[in-house]
């Protein structure tokens, strides 16, 4: 299995560092480092993880704002919000900042590693207390649009709802070219116009609209853990 590198980012001293050391039990995962929140821009430039995770309450700046700027300077990075409490806003804050998972504190080792394997993997991973809501919001939004009669009679064409779940199933633009014998540009087009198309903002809620549309098929079978793809 590929080694996952793993920065994270909280306040308390003791939580990460006990995190930490939970996490290095995994033959998988190696943890680069960790740190208090306004260190993280800093430290991801730093050690280049491949995963971000990252308390939701930092003390002394904003977690969003810290997901939007790893996004925007280190777009390969991913990123998975660990919260303490059942916070919607906070949720869909987060994934359209960037973030690639929301994750309730007191899920299992298990749980949290197999998360972190599935974040890894380009997946969005979503607690289950807070799975429905975040595919109930892009229902109520859909209803929405209807009522002001601004729905698209038809969304997709065959092949974009096909590069949807490939997005959904965690595929780069560079694999779904490969795997649909198209160029890559084609691929990254067909994305853009498929985000344009149905008024999402990046590849986490079109993730989330294909989960709500029956396109991809969650994987978690606990109940700490609720996969959506990406």
């Not at 207390?129 to 919001?137: A, M, N």
Request: charged share 35%.
């Amino acid at each position: 299995m590929k080694e996952i590198k793993v920065l994270i980012v909280d306040d308390r001293e003791v939580f990460r560092e006990g995190l930490a050391r939970l996490l290095e039990e995994q033959q998988h995962i190696k943890v680069v480092s960790w740190c208090a929140g306004k260190q993280a821009i800093g430290m991801v430039e730093k050690v280049k993880p491949d995963l971000v995770l990252m308390d939701t309450d930092l003390s002394e700046c904003d977690s969003i704002d810290v997901v939007r700027q790893v996004t925007e300077s280190s777009p390969e990075v991913k990123i998975a919000m660990f919260s303490e409490s059942v916070d919607q806003a906070r949720l869909f804050a987060s994934v359209e900042a960037g973030a690639s998972g929301y994750l309730v504190k007191d899920l299992s080792v298990d749980n949290l590693v197999k998360s972190i394997d599935l974040i890894s993997e380009g997946r969005v991973v979503i607690s289950p207390l807070l799975s429905k809501k975040f595919v109930d919001e892009f229902t109520v939004l859909r209803e929405e649009k209807r009522a002001r009669g601004t729905e698209e009679e038809s969304d997709l064409s065959e092949r974009e709802t096909e590069i949807l779940r490939l997005v959904a199933e965690g595929y780069t633009n560079k694999e779904i070219a490969q795997k649909l014998c198209i160029a890559e540009n084609t691929a990254k087009v067909h994305v853009k116009n498929i985000l344009q198309k149905l008024e999402l903002r990046n590849r986490q809620q079109a993730a989330a609209y294909a989960a709500e549309h029956g396109l991809v098929t969650g994987v978690g079978d606990g109940e700490d853990d609720h996969e959506s793809g990406d």
